[in-house]
């Protein structure tokens, strides 16, 4: 079992052709409500690409909490262990998607109540789980304590530090696999030399860098990993589809360097769509595409 412990949200998408500046209004040219938050995201990929997933997390007492929880479920997700927090909105992303890229504003909501009372509530369900996928949308303190929680009980950790927090780098050596972007990268790390830095944590860091690919050490050198191209038409929800996909790999058996070529697939795939969830590929779309590998263990 995959468990996905972060953030649920709405997202609330506009679409221009120019960006505005302070104090300005511009038209946009659509607008669409569509379900996000980076652990739903997360959870809802892997669940399409044939993982078993549980989602971890809080919703509001709101018709938003309601709408995500089902659409969780729809997905094939278990969503036994979500908590409903009454007297509180549902975590919500405002979205600006300008040329194909995207600007956030994001409202935690009920996601600041995926406390560590509320992770020990459901630790029986926690410690059922084989991998753990963590983000940076719930509280620090929280991220810590599923981290030395994998660390004392042999769980395989994935964390997308995303959006970017200070966090104590003992607390990334025990984490399995770290997959910043390249901002991320720096924020973590600053400004180093990215092979010199890689070399630091082969077979662990993998700097995630958009249209340029993946970078990881693979214990002997390190390795540039082509982006695979295609049209782009929203990039929300593209990391969160690797870090899924990616996930869902390693779960099935399957080697670093083939779990990275997986995910990769399913990242171009996702940004071929419009909405974080909507362009998420399921199992049969990944194994349709020309770069799939019918070795892999799916």
Same mark, same amino acid.
Do not use: W
């Given at each position: 079992m995959i468990g996905v412990i972060g953030s649920i949200s709405t997202d609330f998408v506009v679409t221009t052709n120019r960006v505005p500046k302070q104090g300005e209004t511009v038209y946009g040219q659509a607008f669409e409500t569509t379900f996000g938050g980076k652990g739903a995201n997360q959870a809802?990929?892997?669940?399409?690409?044939?993982?078993?997933?549980?989602?971890?997390?809080?919703?509001?007492?709101?018709?938003?909490?309601?709408?995500?929880k089902a659409n969780l479920a729809r997905n094939g997700v278990d969503v036994t262990a979500i908590k409903t927090i009454e007297d509180t909105t549902t975590g919500s992303a405002h979205i600006t998607v300008f040329e194909g890229d995207?600007?956030?504003?994001?409202?935690?909501?009920?996601?600041?109540?995926?406390?560590?009372?509320?992770?020990? $509530?459901?630790?029986?369900?926690?410690?059922?789980?084989?991998?753990?996928?963590?983000?940076?949308?719930?509280?620090?303190? $929280?991220?810590?304590?599923?981290?030395?929680?994998?660390?004392? #009980?042999?769980?395989?950790?994935?964390?997308?530090?995303?959006?970017?927090?200070?966090?104590?780098?003992?607390?990334?050596?025990?984490?399995?696999?770290?997959?910043?972007?390249e901002t991320e990268a720096k924020e973590m790390f600053g400004d180093q030399d990215v092979d010199a830095l890689l070399g630091q944590y082969p077979a662990q860091l993998l700097i995630t860098m958009g249209g340029d690919g993946i970078r990881? #050490?693979?214990?002997?050198?390190?390795? #540039?990993?082509?982006?695979?191209?295609?049209?782009v038409v929203d990039t929300t929800g593209a990391g969160d589809t690797f870090s899924g996909a990616f996930t869902v790999a390693l779960s099935k058996g399957n080697s670093l360097a083939d779990a990275i070529q997986f995910a990769s697939i399913a990242g171009s795939l996702s940004v071929q769509k419009f909405g974080a969830q909507g362009g998420m590929p399921t199992i049969d779309a990944l194994k349709a595409h020309e770069k799939f590998n019918d070795s892999w263990q799916v």
């Open positions: 809802v990929a892997a669940a399409r690409l044939g993982g078993r997933v549980q989602m971890f997390g809080c919703v509001g007492g709101d018709q938003f909490g309601q709408e995500t995207n600007a956030i504003v994001y409202v935690p909501g009920a996601n600041q109540e995926v406390t560590v009372d509320y992770l020990k $509530s459901v630790e029986a369900d926690l410690l059922a789980c084989t991998y753990f996928v963590i983000q940076n949308e719930i509280p620090m303190p $929280s991220i810590q304590y599923l981290i030395d929680l994998a660390d004392a #009980h042999d769980i395989k950790v994935t964390y997308d530090p995303a959006p970017f927090i200070e966090i104590d780098k003992a607390y990334l050596e025990k984490v399995d696999y770290l997959l910043p972007n990881y #050490h693979d214990g002997e050198v390190a390795v #540039h990993v082509p982006a695979i191209k295609g049209e």
